[in-house]
Every structure is written in structure tokens, then in C-alpha cells.
T-cell receptor, first 114, second 114 residues
Framework: TQLLEQSPQFLSIQEGENLTVYCNSS?????LQWYRQEPGEGPVLLVT?????EVKKLKRLTFQFGDARKDSSLHITAAQPGDTGLYLCAGARAGGTSYGKLTFGQGTILTVHP | KAGVTQTPRYLIKTRGQQVTLSCSPISGHRSVSWYQQTPGQGLQFLFE???????NKGNFPGRFSGRQFSNSRSEMNVSTLELGDSALYLC?????????????FGEGSWLTVV
């Protein structure tokens, strides 16, 4: 059972376009993190969102955590070729002691063409 | 501040052998988690150690084991290697506390089983 549904799985766009990646679940998360991963490397943390309804901005990237802490989105404005990579959402389940255990979405492979 | 360090970065083993991977967490972090990443299954949680105790365990066979030392460094071991164990093994560290706990990944150890 995939607890975090991430969509779309593949995204191929032209430089300058905007895009949104979604992460949805029926489970509540105490926090949700977005990572970007390059081939052969480990995931690099982009942002952690904790509070329901929270919005965080990182240059051209905007992250939102749903009010009920069950979903999140990543919006990129004016995408650039340097944004190309695998984007992963990952949630820490609420309750218990699962603080170090993340559930990952399937990932979104983004390709931005010059 | 040094990041999460994993060794070795690349290794090739033969079916039936065993392998030990090492992870040094970020200074001050007491939680170390291990993940397996494959093209077909994505990122899957193996186990988490906190203060030398296994706190969470994923759905992997008993051939996969780990431990954590008093300095928070961790090792994971895979015995009786199978071809399907070929993957990128990622270590992650965090403070291990509740809500807002941010998890950082190392660059991973690439294991190829032949």
C-alpha cells in the first residue's frame, strides 16, 4: 500500500514554464519534507513543513502543506534547466515514535528543456 | 558542519556473501535511519536506531540487520546476498525528536550483487 501518492511521475517542460507536483495521502503526517535527488547521489533536503496550511518559499519554489496535514504541493515558477532532477516528497507519520521513519512518494522526474 | 557520511560509496559483491555498510551521522544527531532505493520500489525504509536501540523496522527479511554505537555511528549488514539486493543504500540522520524533525541523507552506498 502506497501511503503517499505523488503525481505526476514524469514531467517534461520548456524553460520558463510553471509546474506543480502533488503529494496526497489519507494519513496525517506530523511533518512533510521535499527532497531533490540527482542521479547517483542522495536526496538533498529542500524544505520541511510542519504546520497545517503552512506555505514556504525557496526562491522560485513554493511549498504548501494541506490544512489537515495529509497533502502537500510543490510549485516551481519559471522553471530552468537546472531544476531538472527527481523530486521526492516524504512524510513522517503522526503519533508514536516514528520520528526517523519517512514514507516516500514514488517521485517526480522533472526535465526542463532549454 | 559535516553532513552524513557513508562508506563505502561503491561495492560489488557475489551472491551468498555478506556486506557491511557504515554511516556517520551529523554531529549531535542521535537518530540514524537506513533506506533502500531501487528503480522499481523507490525509497523504502529499512530500520531506525536511536540511542543504540532499534526504534522502528521496515518490512525487510532478517538478512538485513543493523546496529548503532554509543557515538551514534551506525552500520547495516546484509547476509547471504541475493541479486535483488542490488540497490542504493541510504543513511539518514536527525535529532530524533517529535514534530518538525528534519532528516538529512548521505550520498549513499551503491551495492551491486553479481
Amino acid at each position: 500500500t502506497q501511503l503517499l501518492e505523488q503525481s505526476p511521475q514524469f514531467l517534461s517542460i520548456q524553460e520558463g514554464e510553471n509546474l506543480t507536483v502533488y503529494c496526497n495521502s489519507s494519513s496525517v503526517f506530523s511533518s512533510l519534507q521535499w527532497y531533490r535527488q540527482e542521479p547517483g547521489e542522495g536526496p538533498v533536503l529542500l524544505v520541511t513543513v510542519v504546520t497545517g496550511g503552512e506555505v514556504k518559499k525557496l526562491k522560485r519554489l513554493t511549498f504548501q502543506f494541506g490544512d489537515a496535514r495529509k497533502d502537500s504541493s510543490l510549485h516551481i515558477t519559471a522553471a530552468q534547466p537546472g531544476d531538472t532532477g527527481l523530486y521526492l516528497c516524504a512524510g513522517a507519520r503522526a503519533g508514536g515514535t516514528s520520528y526517523g521513519k519517512l514514507t516516500f512518494g514514488q517521485g517526480t522526474i522533472l526535465t526542463v528543456h532549454p | 558542519k559535516a553532513g552524513v557520511t557513508q562508506t563505502p560509496r561503491y561495492l560489488i559483491k557475489t551472491r551468498g556473501q555478506q556486506v557491511t555498510l557504515s554511516c556517520s551521522p551529523i554531529s549531535g544527531h542521535r537518530s540514524v535511519s537506513w533506506y533502500q532505493q531501487t528503480p522499481g520500489q523507490g525509497l523504502q525504509f529499512l530500520f531506525e536506531y536511536f540511542s543504540e536501540t532499534q526504534r522502528n523496522k521496515g518490512n525487510f527479511p532478517g538478512r538485513f540487520s543493523g546496529r548503532q554505537f554509543s557515538n551514534s555511528r551506525s552500520e547495516m549488514n546484509v547476509s547471504t546476498l541475493e541479486l535483488g539486493d542490488s540497490a542504493l543504500y541510504l543513511c539518514a540522520s536527525s535529532t530524533g525528536g517529535p514534530s518538525g524533525n528534519t532528516i538529512y541523507f548521505g550520498e549513499g552506498s551503491w551495492l551491486t550483487v553479481v
